[in-house]
């Protein structure tokens, strides 16, 4: 029997895992990208989405040759964030992504 998921269907697009956390001060992005150069991701960043590109390459097995699949994804926040202070990493085949939430609101002193 095959465990395997196939993440690939007959367009050639993919949809790899996608995880969102959330804290009081940021939104953490973990996206599954294997077979996934760093230098072939494409991200973009606004104050309330997240954007990715890539292409997946993968061998086909009892086949000479490989399988690219594209990936695009736009993920909406759930908060404004600061796009200056977003942070992300491509490590092992997952891209994570630190996304500082926008504070909405200032403590007052009382006099």
Known sequence: MNDAVEIFNNESY????????????????MIDLPCVRKEDIDLKV?????????????????????????????????????????????EKGILLITLPKERTSKRIKIE
């Open 46 to 90: 606004s104050e309330k989405a997240v954007e990715i590109k890539t292409i997946i390459k993968t061998t086909i097995k009892n086949k000479r040759g490989v399988k690219f699949c594209l990936f695009h994804k736009i993920i909406d926040l759930p908060a404004k964030i600061v796009r200056e202070k977003v942070k992300a990493k491509f």
């Open 14 to 29: 993919v949809e790899p895992l996608v995880h969102i956390g959330e804290s009081d001060a940021q939104i953490v992005v």
